[in-house]
């Protein structure tokens, strides 16, 4: 069955620092691949998505690769501020669908 | 802001009562989702709709009935409702381009 797996452990870093999340899938071939960033009692919000044509995409300080020999995808904050504290959940989804499957999360802490 | 709302925001209700949750979009979009999130579990995709009244049951759709019968709202019926169906419940939208906009989502518990 189709697996997506992100570290359950919480990332700590310092501010100023980049931040690196990773995202790994088994058993699927996505098309797409997206993340998102959740504060505590609110819903996900959209940040990013990448094809699986696509090596590289980036939005200010954000960046996602994906690497569709590996099975993963990397997404990197660079110059991590406090206020970057949060959920970030990763979701992949196949060819003309729009049913993606979402990760459980890696929560990120930035200390001051 | 992708203009979803979901009413209520919070409510307890008691094991075996029946119970309807709303999602409300302005934004003319064709798919619609409900989502519940625990901890350990992350999101999971309980029904969808393509359309009105084009439905379909997602990962964890038992014991969950939805209708559409107007493309800005999605409700989500649980029909008699159980201590395992407390979760915080989300509604989500897709744009044409695959990202999903999400509700601000209800707290449910059910005692």
């Known amino acids: 069955s189709q697996k997506i797996e992100q570290n359950s452990e919480a990332l700590n870093i310092q501010e100023g620092k980049t931040a690196t999340l990773t995202c790994n899938y088994t058993?699927?071939?996505?098309?797409?691949l997206q993340w998102y960033r959740q504060d505590p009692g609110r819903g996900p919000v959209f940040l990013l998505l990448?094809?699986?044509?696509?090596k590289e995409k980036r939005k200010e300080r954000l960046k996602v690769t994906f690497d569709t020999t590996l099975k993963q995808s990397l997404f990197h904050i660079t110059a991590s501020q406090p206020a970057d504290s949060a959920t970030y959940l990763c979701?992949?989804?196949?060819?003309?669908?729009?049913?993606?499957?979402f990760g459980r999360g890696t929560s990120l802490i930035v200390h001051p | 802001d992708a203009g979803i709302t979901q009413s209520p925001r919070h409510k307890v209700t008691e094991t075996g009562t029946p119970v309807t949750l709303r999602c409300h979009q302005t934004?003319?979009?064709?798919?619609m989702y409900w989502y519940r999130q625990d901890p350990g579990h992350g999101l999971r995709l309980i029904h969808y709709?393509?359309?009105?009244?084009?439905?379909d049951k997602g990962e964890v759709s038992d014991g969950y009935s939805v209708s559409r019968s107007k493309t800005e709202d999605f409700l989500l019926t649980l029909e008699s409702a159980t201590s395992s169906q407390t979760s915080v419940y989300f509604c989500?939208?897709?744009?044409?381009?695959?990202?999903?906009?999400f509700g601000p989502g209800t707290r449910l518990t059910v005692l």
């Open positions: 979701a992949l989804g196949s060819g003309g669908s729009y049913i993606p499957t």
């Open positions: 058993n699927y071939s996505p098309a797409y």
């Open positions: 990448i094809r699986e044509n696509e």
């Open positions: 934004e003319n979009h064709r798919y």
């Open positions: 709709s393509y359309g009105v009244k084009d439905t």
């Open positions: 989500a939208i897709t744009s044409e381009g695959y990202e999903q906009f």
